[in-house]
């Protein structure tokens, strides 16, 4: 089975622990705070910078106890990734409590969501699932989103294991396409957005480390969905 992201040379990835929690979901909620899907699902700007950290915090530590989250030494970016077999993952227990507890008066939209992620998530082959990618704004546009990319892709390129994406727009799927992904079907049309389901088949010959030609790419879609 492919373990955690291992370290790349020329790259600063490191496995987050526990105590990360906040601090990561706080860089996914403003990494992802202006995405189209975002504003469809909390409206209200001053609403969403609310609960966007707490919803945020339900995948990380879902990722956290069962999944491999990729950071940085400063924190500045994470990678929430969780591994996925040939049937459909549950939820996390206590999932659909904890999420109408954080979004409120939105929920039916963040239920329509996942309902929405988990019909495209293919089933049939083992994967890993990208559930997030975030760059804190700040950093963004300096390679770090690619090299949390890199380093993970490392692993499933020695293990041979597919991953599988939700790219939040056009302007990701061009970046994850520079990464080796390709289109898993048609776009993903939703009332406010429209979202790219993308899988990477592992590349052969490539040894551990070496790092994928490509550029930045800021985020995947929301939420674990299958992320989840």
Known sequence: MTGPCPPDAGTSV????????????????????????????????????????????????????????????????????????????LPPEGYDERLAAVTGPWIDRFRAFD???????????????????????????HGIGS??????????????????????????????LAHGYADCGSPMVLPGAVMYPMVRQPRAGLPSGQAIPGGLAGSAGLGPGGTR
């Open 147 to 176: 090299a949390l990319l890199r380093a993970h892709h490392a692993a499933l390129d020695r293990d041979g294991v597919p991953a599988y994406l939700d790219a939040s727009d056009l302007r990701t799927r061009r970046l994850y």
């Open 14 to 89: 490191v496995i987050a622990g526990g105590t990360c929690a906040g601090v990561l979901s706080q860089v996914i909620a403003s990494a992802f705070a202006d995405l189209a899907v975002s504003r469809w699902l909390v409206p209200d700007p001053a609403a969403r910078h609310r609960i966007f950290p707490g919803y945020f915090r339900l995948y990380v530590e879902h990722a956290l106890a069962g999944g491999i989250v990729c950071t940085t030494p400063g924190q500045d970016a994470v990678a929430l990734w969780l591994p996925a077999s040939e049937k459909p993952a």
């Open 115 to 141: 309902q929405a992620l988990e019909g495209r998530h293919p089933t049939g082959f083992a994967h890993h699932h990208l559930a997030v990618l975030a760059v804190r704004p700040d950093r963004q546009g």
